[in-house]
């Protein structure tokens, strides 16, 4: 697929240069695109523009720096491509809802953004008639597969620690409560839920795969035959947040109402329910 080999193309170069300021001119010209087309094919296939992408990759690096090094607060701004400790102190604190100096106090460490990797066939892109989603649950054989999409929607997943989150993904294996959509080996959906409490506590979708449905095709699975009859409910960015990268528009458009708002793990966030029309009718 030609506009994946464009993307790959792109973010090597990007990945390659994340201690540079990056402009969109300089990329268009490093890979020979129009920045217009370069601009459009890689906002449709990420699922973010050039530039957030980048924001989000050099903000992750130097969240790593701040833990994992002694580097001054100073230096590791510059190399994220600010002009001064200010101005990267103001972005950073935006995005992880702490100033760097506390961020580094936590000793905890976790990314806005991992660099995308597009290694899957991807099969079912090619298909032109319309293929009935498999849904089923996931088995420890899939961790691996399931792990790699998790990189890639990490940007929905505020605080996501890895080995946290595979203990937890194991459990939810052996409960039968993880579920798995795959186009060959590559997952393209994932979802964990809780049978007691009808709340849904990871979903994600391959950004290929954005417009195929996937979410609708999940909650209609959980809700028809997981979770009759229980409130189902869902969390994720409050309202304003800058590190929502359109999750919450994504809950909204599914037929999800505001709740309470929250805070997990020291993040605010936003309890969503759906409402019990909209569970009957996914029936």
Not at 70 to 96: E, H, V, W
Not at 112 to 128: D, H, K, N, T, V
Request: hydrophobic content about 35%; charged content about 30%; proline content about 4%.
């Amino acid at each position: 697929m030609k506009r994946i080999d464009k993307v790959r193309k792109v973010i090597g170069f990007i990945e390659d240069n994340l201690t540079e300021k990056l402009e969109l001119d300089e990329i268009a010209e490093e890979v020979h695109y129009s920045k217009y087309h370069l601009h459009r094919v890689f906002s449709d296939t990420v699922g973010l523009t050039i530039h957030d992408y980048i924001k989000r990759r050099q903000l992750t690096e130097a969240a790593k720096l701040l833990v994992f090094s002694d580097r001054p607060i100073i230096d590791i701004a510059l190399m994220a491509g600010y002009k001064s400790q200010q101005a990267f102190t103001t972005i950073f604190t935006d995005m992880y809802k702490m100033p760097p100096n506390k961020y580094r106090e936590n000793e905890r460490f976790y990314p806005l953004q991992m660099r995308f990797r597009f290694e899957g066939s991807y099969a079912m892109l090619s298909e032109r008639k319309e293929i009935p989603w498999d849904i089923t649950f996931a088995d420890e054989e899939d961790i691996s597969c399931w792990m790699e999409l998790v990189r890639l929607v990490v940007d929905g997943f505020p605080y996501l620690c890895e080995d946290e989150y595979i203990g937890v993904l194991k459990q939810k294996i052996e409960a039968k409560e993880a579920l798995i959509l795959k186009d060959g080996n590559t997952a393209v959906g994932i979802l964990l839920f809780s049978s007691e409490t009808g709340s849904i506590d990871f979903m994600g979708s391959h950004p290929l795969y954005r417009k195929k449905g996937i979410p609708r095709a999940f909650l209609h699975k959980v809700m028809g035959e997981l979770m009759k009859g229980k409130e189902i409910s869902i969390t994720t960015y409050r309202e304003g947040d800058r590190a929502d990268t359109g999750q919450r528009k994504q809950i909204q458009g599914l037929g999800f109402a505001e709740a309470e708002l929250l805070v997990e793990y020291g993040y605010p966030t936003q309890r969503f329910i759906l409402p019990q029309e909209e569970n009957n009718n996914g029936q």
